[in-house]
C-alpha cells in the first residue's frame, strides 16, 4: 500500500517533510492455503545508541572527523532471498496503463526487492550492505566489530563505519572519508555526504581543541514535542520548573497508590516518548522513566504526579 508520513514531525514547519512510501502489509499476508504467512527467522540488527556514541567519540580525535550519509530507499537496494517466493497485489494507483482496461479486480506480481514492511527486509538489506563491505573486490577491507550490530573496522584507513537501518556514519582519519564514499557510491545510492549534523533525530554540535574534542547532545525541539504531546493529552498546559525529576518526600499519599489515574489511557504512550529522549540525551531521566515504564499496567494517581513532574 501507499502510505505518506512527516519527517522531522517535531521540528519547526519549514523543516518538516511529507514523504510517500510503497510498503508491504505484512500484517495480512496470506501462503497458498489461505493462513498466516509465516517468514524464516531473521532480524535486522541496527547499531546501538551506545556504538553511535563511541564512533562519534572516535571521530573527534585529533585527526579525525565525522561524516554521515544516507542510503536512498535503501531496503529495495537489495534483493528479497527468501525461502519462498512472494506474490503481492498492487494498489491501483501503481498499475501501469494497459493494466487499466483489462477488466483486472486483483492483479499479483512478484515481489522481487526487499520492500519495507516485510518481516526479512531489514535482515536482507543489512546482509547486502555488509557483502559489499566485506568482499576484497571492493576494495573496503570491512570486518565486523564484535559485540556491536552494523558496525564495521576498515583497518587500512583506521575508519570506524556504524550503520542505523539507511543512516550511515563513519568516523576516522581526515583524508581517508572522501576516498571510503567515493568507492561505496560505486555499489550503493547514497545522499550526499556531509558532516555530522543531526542523526538518529538527535543534533550534535563539537567543540575541537587540541585533546580531540567535546559534544553537545541537543533535542531541544523532540523535548518540546514532548510536552506538546502531553498537553494535547492531558489538557495541562501550565508548568513549574524542577531541579529533578522525582517528588520530593511527602508529595505523594500512599493511598492513591490504589487510585487509577487520568492519565492511565495515554501513560504508555507518553512514557515511551520520553524514553527515546533520555536514552540519546538525556540519560538523567532514565531512572525516573523506568520507574513509570513499570507502572503503565496499573496506573494511578501518584504516577500522574509522577509524570507530571517528569515533563
Known amino acids: 500500500?501507499?502510505?505518506?508520513?512527516?519527517?522531522f514531525a517535531e521540528l519547526a514547519k519549514h523543516l518538516q517533510l511529507y514523504k510517500g512510501r510503497l510498503v508491504y502489509r505484512g500484517d495480512c499476508a496470506k501462503d497458498e492455503?489461505?493462513?498466516a504467512a509465516l517468514y524464516q527467522e531473521l532480524a535486522a540488527s541496527p547499531t546501538s545508541v551506545a556504538t553511535t556514541n563511541s564512533t562519534i567519540a572516535y571521530g573527534t580525535l585529533p585527526g579525525n572527523k565525522?561524516?554521515?550519509a544516507d542510503a536512498v530507499k535503501a531496503y529495495v537496494q537489495a534483493h528479497l532471498k527468501s525461502e519462498h517466493p512472494t506474490w503481492i497485489?498492487?494498489?491501483p494507483e501503481l498499475w501501469p496503463e494497459e493494466w487499466k482496461n483489462k477488466g483486472y479486480k486483483k492483479p499479483v506480481v512478484r515481489l522481487i526487492k526487499a520492500l519495507y514492511g516485510h518481516p526479512e527486509s531489514g535482515a536482507h538489506w543489512e546482509k547486502h550492505l555488509e557483502e559489499i563491505l566485506k568482499d576484497p573486490r571492493n576494495d573496503f577491507g570491512a570486518q565486523p566489530v564484535a559485540g556491536h550490530p552494523s558496525t564495521y573496522w576498515i583497518k587500512r584507513d583506521k575508519l570506524l563505519l556504524t550503520v542505523y537501518v539507511d543512516?550511515?556514519?563513519l568516523a576516522g582519519p581526515s583524508e581517508a572519508h572522501d576516498a571510503f564514499w567515493k568507492r561505496l557510491e560505486?555499489?550503493?545510492?547514497?545522499e550526499e555526504v556531509t558532516e555530522l549534523g543531526r542523526f538518529l533525530g538527535r543534533h550534535h554540535e563539537i567543540e575541537r581543541h587540541e585533546l580531540g574534542g567535546t559534544i553537545k547532545y541537543d533535542m531541544t525541539e523532540y523535548a518540546a514535542s514532548s510536552v506538546e504531546m502531553y498537553t494535547k493529552l492531558t489538557g495541562v498546559d501550565k508548568f513549574r520548573p524542577a531541579s529533578t525529576p522525582f517528588l520530593p518526600d511527602g508529595a505523594m499519599n500512599p493511598a492513591d497508590d490504589d487510585v487509577v489515574g487520568e492519565i492511565a489511557p495515554h501513560a504508555c504512550a507518553l512514557v515511551m516518548k520520553q524514553l527515546w529522549l533520555a536514552r540519546l540525551a538525556r540519560p538523567d531521566l532514565c531512572k525516573a522513566i523506568n520507574i513509570l515504564s513499570s507502572r503503565v499496567h496499573k496506573w494511578s494517581r501518584n504516577d500522574d504526579k509522577?509524570?507530571?513532574r517528569l515533563t
Open 1 to 7: 500500500m501507499s502510505i505518506c508520513s512527516i519527517k
Open 33 to 35: 492455503w489461505g493462513s
Open 66 to 68: 565525522i561524516s554521515t
Open 89 to 91: 497485489s498492487l494498489p
Open 167 to 169: 543512516d550511515l556514519l
Open 186 to 190: 560505486l555499489k550503493l545510492d547514497i
Open 306 to 308: 509522577r509524570l507530571y
